[in-house]
């Protein structure tokens, strides 16, 4: 059983910043990708960041430059550092992990940029 556990979601004023973890835990074997995805309310879900095992990072468009992506090996861990956050970041935000196995999603964390 695998487990996906996030945290690090909440209030935040426009202009704010938020980190975001993932810890994988479980029978999880040969991880080759870690991510973070997102969904407003009547939105698609979409790429936020993602990053390999060989460290290829990739960024959505609308965050490039505000958000980094990091990932520890050794831990089994994600995050996402979100900065100069904006009311159209608003949205939950998954994570998502790949194995040569499966992939994996969490439940979710709530992201609200408000004033």
């Known amino acids: 059983q695998v487990q996906l556990v996030e945290s690090g979601g909440g209030l935040v004023q426009p202009g704010g910043s938020l980190r975001l973890s993932c810890a994988a835990s479980g029978s999880i074997f040969s991880i080759y990708f870690m991510g973070w995805y997102r969904q407003a309310p009547g939105k698609q879900r979409e790429l936020v960041a993602s990053?390999?095992?060989?460290?290829?990072?990739n960024y959505g468009n609308s965050v490039k430059g505000r958000f980094t992506i990091s990932r520890d090996n050794a831990k089994n861990t994600v995050a996402l550092q979100m900065n100069s956050l904006k009311p159209e970041d608003t949205a939950v935000y998954f994570c998502?992990?790949?194995?040569?196995?499966?992939?994996?999603w969490g439940q979710g964390t709530q992201v609200t940029v408000s004033s």
């Open positions: 998502n992990v790949r194995s040569t196995r499966a992939s994996h």
């Open positions: 990053i390999t095992s060989g460290d290829s990072i």
